[in-house]
């Protein structure tokens, strides 16, 4: 079982759709979460580092879930743009980070 | 400093032969990291330093691979006798790390190598 999980997709929806992306990680030592978004053949960049109590920047909120061991990335209100791959991040307390395989988003007009 | 930069952004070998790729991170970050992507997976963890420290390297990791990085600046990675498999996307990322945790990596725009 890999340490971070996501549901690969595709997710295929239109604009100003409302979609949820999920992550789940094995390691419960785990201190600090972020999402990251990957355009065809470019490098990762930083969406959102994820809070304890859930934290929302404009279109996008992410939560986490402890006990659960999971993340969650909320896009509302869809744009073309936001098409892309959304990689969830764990890092251990040693500041290893591992990431996810990546969830695929394609907003359709 | 306008980021993280790698050298060179292309690279096209025959198996067998040696690589080296450089990074150079943010002047200000302590920490770097190399990692590894192929098509439709996400960035697979090679090694990371915390100044010229090498604190973990991926048990995936054959001895065909090392990582320097030794005055805790700049670094590289070598890929001795490459083989086909070892086409990938090769990403050095750079965080600071601090007392109350670790900033979120920054990454560079990669080496993409292709062994033939």
């Known amino acids: 079982r890999k340490e971070v999980e996501q549901d690969p997709g595709p997710f295929n929806v239109p604009e100003g759709a409302t979609v949820a992306f999920n992550c789940t990680y094995s390691n419960s030592a785990s201190q600090s979460f972020f999402w990251y978004r990957q355009d065809c053949r470019k490098e990762p960049k930083l969406l959102m580092s994820v809070y304890s109590s859930g934290n929302e920047d404009g279109r996008f909120t992410a939560q986490l879930n402890r006990a659960s061991q999971y993340i969650s990335l909320l896009i509302r209100d869809s744009k073309l743009s936001d098409s892309a791959t959304y990689l969830c991040v764990v890092n251990t307390n040693a500041g290893k980070s591992t990431f996810g395989d990546g969830t695929t988003l394609t907003v359709k007009p | 400093d306008t980021g993280v930069s790698q050298n060179p952004r292309h690279k096209i070998t025959k198996r067998g032969q040696n690589v080296t790729f450089r990074c150079d991170p943010i002047s200000e970050h302590n920490r770097l990291y190399w990692y590894r992507q192929t098509l439709g997976q996400g960035p697979e963890f090679l090694t990371y330093f915390q100044n010229e420290a090498q604190l973990e390297k991926s048990r995936l990791l054959s001895d065909r691979f090392s990582a320097e990085r030794p005055k805790g600046s700049f670094s590289t990675l070598e890929i001795q006798r490459t083989e086909q498999g070892d086409s990938a996307m090769y990403l050095c990322?750079?965080?600071?790390?601090?007392?109350?945790?670790?900033?979120?990596?920054?990454f560079g725009n990669g080496t993409r190598l292709t062994v033939t």
């Open positions: 990322a750079s965080s600071y790390s601090r007392a109350d945790g670790n900033s979120p990596l920054h």
